[in-house]
C-alpha cells in the first residue's frame, strides 16, 4: 500500500472515531450521564458497541488482530 492510500485509510478509521465519539457523548447527554458505566444500558448498548468498534478499528487501522500497548 502506498502513502496516500494508507493515510486516506488512517483518515475514514480517525473520521469514523470521530462521528462515533459525538454520538456517543450525546447520547450520553440525552441521559443525564457522564459515563456509559452510569447508564442502565451498558451491555446492550448499540451506540457503545459502535464507538467501541470504532476504537479498536482506529487503533488497529482495520487490520483487526491484537493491540500492542
Known amino acids: 500500500m502506498n502513502t496516500q492510500n494508507t493515510e486516506t485509510a488512517a483518515n475514514k478509521y480517525e473520521l469514523n472515531l470521530q462521528q462515533r465519539s459525538e454520538i456517543l457523548l450525546a447520547c450520553q447527554k440525552e441521559r443525564g450521564v457522564e459515563s456509559c458505566f452510569a447508564c442502565e444500558k451498558i ?18 487501522q482495520g487490520e483487526g488482530g491484537g493491540f500492542e500497548f
Open 43 to 60: 451491555f446492550e448498548c448499540e451506540t457503545r458497541k459502535k464507538y467501541v468498534k470504532s476504537v479498536y478499528e482506529s487503533m488497529s
